[in-house]
């Protein structure tokens, strides 16, 4: 039993400061002050405490490409950033199609992984019935990339998303960029440019258009056949007029995400980080940019990610058109959203609303996301003040770098607890805590 002492505490939009008492994994009480003879007690104060970060969307890489990154390395970068439960993607190798596979991934994280986590079942266009085979109580969801750039895993036959959005009762999670607009744009761009092609034109080349036409055919199939549609990294001002605002998360059967490189970078990035931020759906321009937050804070987007896929540097530093799309995020994906609160742009509270309680609700995630009674004990600890600056020394990723390097931020986390043990101490990096993450359940009925 232990006691977390005088932290300020941040829950259901509210700050206040007070207690915690952790018992069995759990919270047991949240109060103002709590005493209990044989408990550890904890000084928080001057300390923020949050529910731990639930990101729905990340590429850990393992099985079968390790040499970027791995299930261990990638845990261990999440909970130093305050991340304490994980969604990972299927286009892994071999992609995540049958249920033996997934399994596989799961035994995997059951052992190495440092927080909790969930895998999605993967969709192709001929893998449907291992689909519906699906748990939907112990899976997170099933993807579907509706677009190119995942290898083997590209649904583009109507039928079989028709078949998918019709029959799959559980969330389908869904990344939306048009194939046949990208096609036509790789063959026009690679015409007229030849060699010539960098990083700036990949927002050009899987453009806004690309995007909407795909995002807003997998809104039409989920209104079609009521599926519980996910649509994730919402990367246009276009594409916000799909979303609706007027009903509380737990009613909609349409949400979506933001990522957070899509609310920090801009096309206008490129010219000094090149194929560092190349990503899909791509960093796009600074009006695109600046459409996302306001939808953020009015509840069209729902949900704060990271997209986390990591490559390695020697991979990032080809020519443009062989360099690979994705980049690291997870272990400070919190400071990129402190800093907008900084700034002034959005509360701590919203924040905690978008990356902890909306995932948990999202998903319909059993006793995590909040910190209450009942509830397991993923917290996140924040020392506010704390000034460092992103370096090679401190970067936890397996790849070993970061698009954020040099730069200086305000505010660390300091402790993270999963299942109310502490497993990341900033002052014992090499503490860290192996194995002590839980398959998610959901409540779903």
Same mark, same amino acid.
């Given at each position: 039993?232990?006691?977390?002492?005088?932290?300020?505490?941040?829950?259901?939009?509210?700050?206040?400061?007070?207690?915690?008492?952790?018992?069995?994994?759990?919270?047991?009480?949240?109060?103002?002050?709590?005493?209990?003879?044989?408990?550890?007690?904890?000084?928080?104060?001057?300390?923020?405490?949050?529910? =731990?970060?639930? %990101?729905?969307?990340?590429?850990?890489?393992?099985?079968? !490409?390790?040499?970027?990154?791995?299930?261990?390395?990638?845990?261990?970068?999440?909970?130093?950033?305050?991340?304490?439960?994980?969604?990972?993607?299927?286009?892994?190798?071999?992609?995540?199609?049958?249920?033996?596979?997934?399994?596989?991934?799961? %035994?995997?994280?059951?052992?190495?992984?440092?927080?909790?986590?969930?895998?999605?079942?993967?969709?192709?266009?001929?893998?449907?019935? $291992?689909?519906?085979?699906?748990?939907?109580?112990?899976?997170?969801?099933?993807?579907?990339?509706?677009?190119?750039?995942?290898?083997?895993?590209?649904?583009?036959?109507?039928?079989?998303?028709?078949?998918?959005?019709?029959?799959?009762?559980? !969330?389908?999670?869904?990344?939306?960029?048009?194939?046949?607009?990208?096609?036509?744009?790789?063959?026009?761009?690679?015409?007229?440019?030849?060699?010539?092609?960098?990083?700036?034109?990949?927002?050009?080349?899987?453009?806004?258009?690309?995007?909407?036409?795909?995002?807003?055919?997998?809104?039409?199939?989920?209104?079609?056949?009521?599926? +519980?549609?996910?649509?994730?990294?919402?990367?246009?001002?276009?594409?916000?007029?799909?979303?609706?605002?007027?009903?509380?998360?737990?009613? &909609?059967?349409?949400?979506? $995400?933001?990522?957070?490189?899509?609310?920090?970078?801009?096309?206008?990035?490129?010219?000094?980080?090149?194929?560092?931020?190349?990503?899909?759906?791509?960093?796009?321009?600074? $009006?695109?940019?600046?459409? !996302?937050?306001?939808?953020?804070?009015?509840?069209?987007?729902?949900?704060?990610?990271?997209?986390?896929?990591?490559?390695?540097?020697?991979? &990032?530093?080809?020519?443009?058109?062989?360099?690979?799309?994705?980049?690291?995020l997870v272990q400070h994906s919190l400071n990129i959203m402190m800093r907008m609160v900084q700034d002034g742009k959005l509360s701590m $509270?919203?924040?905690?609303?978008?990356?902890?309680?909306?995932?948990?609700?999202?998903?319909?995630? &059993?006793?995590? =996301?909040?910190?209450?009674?009942?509830?397991?004990?993923?917290?996140?600890?924040?020392?506010?003040?704390?000034? *460092?600056?992103?370096? +090679?020394?401190?970067?936890?990723?397996?790849?070993? *770098?970061?698009? !954020?390097?040099?730069?200086?931020?305000?505010?660390?986390?300091?402790?993270?607890?999963?299942?109310?043990?502490?497993?990341?101490?900033?002052?014992?990096?090499?503490?860290?805590?192996?194995?002590? =993450?839980?398959?998610?359940?959901?409540?779903?009925?």
């Amino acid at each position: 039993m232990k006691i977390l002492k005088g932290a300020k505490i941040f829950n259901r939009g509210k700050s206040f400061y007070g207690d915690i008492l952790i018992h069995n994994q759990r919270i047991k009480l949240v109060a103002p002050n709590i005493s209990r003879a044989n408990a550890e007690e904890i000084n928080m104060e001057g300390k923020w405490i949050m529910p =731990g970060i639930i %990101d729905d969307q990340v590429h850990f890489r393992e099985p079968g !490409l390790t040499y970027k990154a791995d299930i261990a390395t990638e845990s261990r970068a999440a909970v130093a950033g305050g991340t304490t439960t994980f969604m990972e993607m299927p286009n892994t190798v071999p992609n995540a199609l049958t249920q033996t596979i997934l399994q596989d991934k799961y %035994d995997v994280a059951e052992k190495t992984a440092y927080c909790n986590y969930s895998f999605f079942m993967g969709a192709g266009n001929d893998n449907i019935e $291992e689909v519906l085979k699906t748990d939907r109580n112990t899976v997170c969801g099933v993807k579907i990339f509706m677009g190119s750039s995942t290898g083997n895993m590209l649904v583009d036959n109507r039928d079989t998303l028709d078949n998918l959005f019709r029959n799959v009762e559980m !969330l389908i999670a869904t990344h939306c960029e048009d194939e046949a607009t990208i096609r036509a744009n790789v063959k026009k761009y690679e015409e007229e440019y030849g060699d010539k092609l960098d990083a700036s034109y990949h927002p050009i080349i899987r453009d806004v258009e690309g995007c909407y036409l795909s995002s807003s055919m997998a809104v039409d199939l989920a209104k079609k056949y009521n599926t +519980r549609l996910h649509i994730l990294h919402i990367s246009t001002a276009k594409e916000l007029d799909l979303f609706d605002n007027s009903m509380p998360l737990k009613n &909609k059967r349409i949400t979506s $995400e933001v990522c957070v490189h899509h609310m920090n970078f801009s096309a206008d990035d490129y010219a000094r980080l090149g194929n560092k931020i190349k990503c899909n759906p791509a960093i796009k321009s600074v $009006e695109n940019r600046n459409a !996302l937050l306001p939808a953020l804070l009015d509840d069209r987007l729902d949900i704060i990610a990271t997209d986390h896929a990591p490559h390695t540097a020697e991979e &990032k530093s080809r020519h443009y058109s062989k360099a690979p799309s994705g980049l690291p995020l997870v272990q400070h994906s919190l400071n990129i959203m402190m800093r907008m609160v900084q700034d002034g742009k959005l509360s701590m $509270e919203k924040v905690v609303e978008k990356m902890c309680h909306a995932p948990a609700e999202c998903f319909q995630i &059993k006793h995590r =996301g909040y910190v209450e009674e009942g509830q397991f004990a993923d917290l996140a600890i924040i020392d506010p003040n704390l000034e *460092w600056t992103v370096s +090679r020394e401190n970067i936890l990723y397996k790849c070993g *770098w970061s698009p !954020l390097e040099g730069e200086q931020f305000t505010g660390r986390v300091t402790n993270t607890y999963v299942n109310g043990e502490e497993v990341f101490d900033l002052n014992d990096i090499n503490g860290i805590k192996q194995g002590l =993450g839980q398959r998610l359940t959901f409540d779903r009925p």
